[in-house]
């Protein structure tokens, strides 16, 4: 065997093992990042994240509103047209979704 070959011999395992520990060690410090996000969760959320929250659901209703919008206006084209959509289950889900979303902050 040359020499080479002898040190890639002998790197290839060092490599290995050292990519072992590592993907270990980042799943370790990856559950610990989790159980401080749960204890923060748990502690309480401050008030600047409620806000950034609330806002989010606000644009999302609104984006949301938009959408239904523009599924009213293409079923509307589409009956004058002669085709129909049924939109009325879209719009139970959807009232199931704002209801919780609401009343879950």
């Known amino acids: 065997m040359t020499p080479f070959a ?6 290839i395992p060092i490599i290995f093992v050292s990519l072992f520990f590592m993907t270990i060690l980042k799943i ?10 749960k204890l923060d969760l748990e502690d309480g959320v ?3 994240t409620i806000t950034e929250l609330k806002e ?5 209703t609104l984006e949301n ?4 919008r523009q599924l009213l206006a293409i079923q509307q084209e ?4 002669g085709m129909r959509i049924d939109l009325s289950e879209y719009e139970r ?3 199931k979704i704002d209801q919780n979303d609401k009343f879950s902050f």
Do not use: Y
């Open 56 to 60: 989010e659901v606000n644009q999302l």
């Open 6 to 11: 002898e040190v890639i011999a002998v790197f």
């Open 93 to 95: 889900e959807q009232l």
């Open 78 to 81: 589409m009956q004058q047209a």
């Open 65 to 68: 509103a938009s959408i239904k």
């Open 28 to 37: 370790v410090n990856n559950r610990h990042q989790l159980k401080l996000r």
């Open 46 to 48: 401050d008030g600047e």
